[in-house]
């Protein structure tokens, strides 16, 4: 796969995401605009699930399967580093 550039943080959460799934693929190999469900990188519900614990551990960041932001906060890698970087405590 092509690298795409990410910024530092968006290269730290897509190591977080890569290590947390135990997924196939190199952080730098995600693209930051692409979806990371259905056509992008495949995600499902019970990843989304685990990311959000690993974020809630690593950043302080509170997300909610419940909250109707959830599908927009999730729709990407740039997406979910910029609620990250809004709402994080650590």
Do not use: C, W
Request: net charge negative; glycine share 4%.
């Amino acid at each position: 796969m092509d690298k795409f550039p990410l910024e530092v943080h968006e290269l730290e959460l897509a190591r977080l995401i890569v290590t947390t799934l135990d997924i196939d693929i190199r952080p730098e190999d995600i693209a930051p605009s692409a979806p990371l469900f259905g056509e992008g990188l495949g995600l499902d519900s019970i990843d989304a699930l685990e990311i959000a614990l690993a974020l809630s551990r690593q950043y302080g960041v509170k997300l909610r399967s419940d909250d109707e932001a959830s599908p927009k906060i999730f729709s990407s890698l740039r997406t979910l580093n910029q609620y990250i970087q809004e709402h994080r405590t650590r």
